[in-house]
């Protein structure tokens, strides 16, 4: 115990993250999930979704598993995905936040924790859109030097979505 406190006091400290607080921490991290996913689903730029991920990003996914270990395996899926959905019928999903799921919670000297559910759509080349599944996730983000910067992802509790009465 004395050596892991020894160790830790010879570490230097770390750099000080000033985080937002309350609804400004919300309504940040809002913002940001939404660029996020709106880049992920809609966008094929991976270059800018490169930028909101930490080197050591992780993903973790209740069907896929072990989705990535690192920004730059999970951009070349990110890439490949692009790739696919350029062709003409090739399916083509948008997630959407529910907004009344939505929690953040701030850690301190780091940056904060989102989690809520959201729903996903899908639709077949250029056809109609339909409510394909509901799911839970949860989200670590870094405040890095002012950007946030998503680092690890847990996506679980996938479900179909219920059909319409």
Same mark, same amino acid.
């Given at each position: 115990?004395?050596?892991?406190? &020894?160790?830790?006091?010879?570490?230097?400290? =770390? &750099? +000080?993250?000033?985080?937002?607080?309350?609804?400004?921490?919300?309504?940040?991290?809002a913002a940001r999930d939404a660029?996020?996913?709106?880049?992920?689903? +809609? =966008?094929?730029? @991976?270059?800018? %979704?490169?930028?909101?991920?930490?080197?050591?990003?992780?993903?973790?996914?209740?069907?896929?598993?072990?989705? @990535?270990?690192?920004?730059?395996?999970?951009?070349?899926?990110?890439?490949?995905?692009?790739?696919?959905?350029?062709?003409? #019928? =090739?399916?083509?999903?948008?997630?959407?936040?529910?907004?009344?799921? %939505? #929690?953040?919670?701030?850690?301190?000297?780091?940056?904060?924790? +989102?989690?809520?559910?959201?729903? /996903?759509?899908?639709?077949?080349? +250029?056809?109609?859109?339909? %409510?394909?599944?509901?799911?839970?996730?949860?989200?670590?983000?870094? %405040?890095?030097?002012?950007?946030?910067?998503?680092?690890?992802? /847990?996506?679980? &509790?996938?479900r179909a979505a219920e059909p319409?009465?």
């Amino acid at each position: 115990m004395l050596v892991a406190l &020894a160790l830790m006091a010879a570490q230097p400290a =770390a &750099a +000080e993250v000033t985080l937002p607080s309350g609804e400004a921490l919300t309504a940040a991290l809002a913002a940001r999930d939404a660029e996020f996913f709106a880049l992920l689903f +809609e =966008a094929c730029d @991976a270059e800018a %979704l490169g930028s909101m991920l930490t080197s050591d990003f992780e993903m973790y996914h209740d069907r896929g598993g072990v989705v @990535a270990r690192t920004a730059a395996e999970f951009l070349a899926g990110y890439r490949e995905s692009c790739t696919e959905r350029q062709a003409p #019928n =090739a399916w083509r999903s948008r997630r959407e936040l529910v907004a009344a799921t %939505l #929690n953040v919670h701030p850690v301190p000297g780091f940056g904060a924790i +989102e989690d809520g559910e959201h729903l /996903f759509y899908e639709r077949q080349g +250029e056809g109609p859109e339909r %409510l394909a599944g509901h799911a839970r996730f949860t989200q670590l983000w870094r %405040l890095d030097g002012g950007a946030w910067k998503l680092a690890r992802v /847990f996506s679980y &509790a996938h479900r179909a979505a219920e059909p319409a009465e």
